[in-house]
């Protein structure tokens, strides 16, 4: 493990999403227990060194402590679970499930990419689903909790006002023809038709 002072001038920056869990304490395998470091599944680790083949020195995503703390590299991990599938294959005498098993993707680490923000860039939020899962319920729950932070896009159409609903607040109303030129000209994120009108989401 690398000291305070003897730590590297420049990290990996590579940062990855734990898709297991792991505690040092009942590795057997670990070189030094008080050297690991725990983490949950989901977990973002910022991994420091990938210099070991077997033991990675990371940290967690955010954490203030300079101290870095050992975990399994991928290559390690994955040769752990395709034994524990070997020998459960074994112990299992429906060979057509083993071989099925077997060949499901050994999943271990998903690399990530830290985005910074930009505070005059907003980031998208795409909430997909089918009909009548809350949708629209999560969407107005977020914009209550934060209206600073969360807001809504309002979407574009071809089709005629209703009573009651305002341009610029329910749609941006358009003819059909200024709409396909702007479709054209590239100034939609998607669009669509819905009985006989067009509808989209600007840039």
């Known amino acids: 493990m690398p000291s305070e002072s003897q730590r590297p001038s420049r990290e990996n920056r590579v940062r990855v999403r734990a898709l297991f869990d792991f505690a040092a304490a009942l590795d057997r395998y670990i070189p030094c227990k008080e050297a690991g470091l725990d983490f949950r599944?989901?977990?973002?680790?910022?991994?420091?060194?990938?210099?070991?083949p077997y033991w990675w020195q990371a940290r967690h995503e955010g954490d203030k402590q300079m101290r870095a703390g050992l975990i399994p590299s991928r290559m390690l991990?994955?040769?752990?679970?395709?034994?524990?599938?070997?020998?459960?294959?074994?112990?299992?005498?429906?060979?057509?499930?083993?071989?099925?098993?077997?060949?499901?993707?050994?999943?271990?680490?998903?690399?990530?990419?830290?985005?910074?923000?930009?505070?005059?860039?907003?980031?998208?939020?795409?909430?997909?689903?089918?009909?009548?899962?809350?949708?629209?319920?999560?969407?107005?729950?977020?914009?209550?909790?934060?209206?600073?932070?969360?807001?809504?896009t309002i979407p574009y159409t071809s089709r005629l006002p209703k009573p009651g609903e305002?341009?610029?607040?329910?749609?941006?109303?358009?003819?059909?023809?200024?709409?396909?030129?702007?479709?054209?000209?590239?100034?939609?994120?998607?669009?669509g038709e819905y009985k006989g009108n067009l509808y989209g989401t600007a840039n």
Do not use: C
């Open 41 to 52: 599944r989901g977990d973002i680790i910022h991994i420091v060194s990938q210099d070991d």
């Open 77 to 152: 991990q994955e040769k752990r679970i395709a034994y524990e599938r070997a020998h459960s294959a074994n112990n299992n005498s429906d060979q057509q499930e083993n071989e099925d098993f077997d060949r499901q993707e050994i999943v271990t680490y998903e690399e990530v990419a830290r985005l910074m923000p930009y505070p005059a860039v907003p980031r998208p939020i795409v909430l997909i689903g089918p009909p009548g899962v809350g949708r629209n319920e999560l969407k107005r729950r977020l914009i209550a909790l934060d209206p600073d932070k969360f807001r809504t």
């Open 166 to 191: 305002a341009d610029g607040v329910d749609y941006h109303f358009l003819d059909r023809q200024q709409m396909e030129r702007d479709i054209d000209d590239g100034l939609f994120v998607e669009f």
